[in-house]
């Protein structure tokens, strides 16, 4: 369904970067004519894809009762889909799902009403609200929060709490806008600069309930995130340096291991340690999680030597 002129914004715009994905969009699309909430839209950039994704889409939006925004790029990876897909987005709030995820039937529902728990003079602190993901099988993917509403940020999360793992939610869409993906750092960015830099100024307040599904396949991005890292170490240098900046308390064991990190990464990158210490966020961190840092760079060339033909091939 296309949009008509002077139809009304939808309060949510569910944001799908898709390379490849005839075989699993429709899956998603089902989990979204079976939400609960109706006030959405489904704003969809294919990153380039050869297979049938268009002709699905299109199929698709002849049939839905929801609008659909369909665009094609050339492949410039999935951060960049992202940026495209917030820039279209006519909703208050943008909720970001893979191609190969689907929701469960009341996830916006649910999501709005998390964002509306929020006092209104408060929410202008809060860029989003977020719950948690299961495999198919209805295994978690991620860890639970420490309590069933729990609000934080991504950050502390975290360096903090320790909580790990793939989360699902909603984030207004102005601080999408205000909080790019950046588009020079190669094909491929780690999404934890962007949550990390939105971290240092807005809440997250999260729930212990279950909004979606995840079914990580065989040579998609997170079956890929060794090679990825590795092959687009840029974006894993900025994150761990901003990672070791953050002002906001953290365990001296996350402080360690993003330094350790940040000499990781600055080693494959080709900086020596006079111009680690000197771009460090704290040198006297960067010192003390140099040995560590030095293993992990050594470790990666080795990964990198044993999958020269891997990378040489590369392609998206």
């Known amino acids: 369904m296309k949009a008509s002129p002077g139809e009304r914004a939808a309060r949510v715009s569910v944001i799908t ?25 489904w704003v969809i950039v294919d990153d380039g894809s050869t297979d049938g994704t268009g002709d699905l889409v299109r199929s698709l939006q002849a049939e ?11 492949n410039q990876g999935k951060h960049a889909a992202v940026n495209r897909a917030v820039e279209l987005a006519r909703g208050e709030f943008c909720s970001i799902i893979d191609s190969d995820d689907w929701f469960e039937p009341d996830a916006l529902e649910r999501m709005v009403a998390g964002w509306e728990s929020i006092p209104a003079e408060q929410r202008s602190g809060y860029a989003d609200v977020e719950g948690l993901r299961v495999d198919p099988e209805g295994d978690l993917v991620c860890d639970s929060y420490p309590r069933d509403v729990f609000d934080s940020n991504a950050f502390e999360l975290i360096a903090l709490h320790g909580v790990y793992g793939d989360k699902i939610g909603m984030f207004r869409r102005d601080v999408l ?13 780690t999404p934890a600069l962007v949550w990390n830099r939105i971290a240092a100024r807005y809440s997250t307040r999260y729930f212990n309930q279950v909004w ?3 079914d990580y396949r065989e040579g998609g991005l997170t079956d890929r995130e060794t090679e990825l890292r590795l092959r687009f170490p840029d974006s894993q240098l900025e994150y761990w340096t901003e990672y070791a900046s953050m002002t906001k308390p953290m365990r001296a064991k996350s402080r360690y291991r993003a330094h350790a990190n940040y000499v990781r990464y600055s080693l494959l990158g080709g900086a020596g340690p006079r111009l680690q ?34 990378v040489e091939a590369w392609s998206p």
């Open 17 to 41: 970067t898709a390379y490849q994905r005839e075989g699993t969009l429709p899956r998603l699309y089902a989990s979204l004519a079976a939400q609960t909430m109706r006030d959405f839209e």
């Open 64 to 74: 839905a009762d929801f609008r659909i925004d369909y665009s094609r790029q050339e």
């Open 177 to 189: 806008l205000e909080f790019p993906f950046p588009e020079d750092m190669g094909w491929h960015v």
């Open 212 to 214: 979606a599904f995840t």
């Open 277 to 310: 210490l000197g771009g460090s966020p704290s040198p006297v961190w960067t010192a003390l999680a140099w040995p560590p840092g030095l293993l992990l760079y050594l470790r990666d060339r080795r990964w990198l030597a044993r999958n020269r033909d891997l």
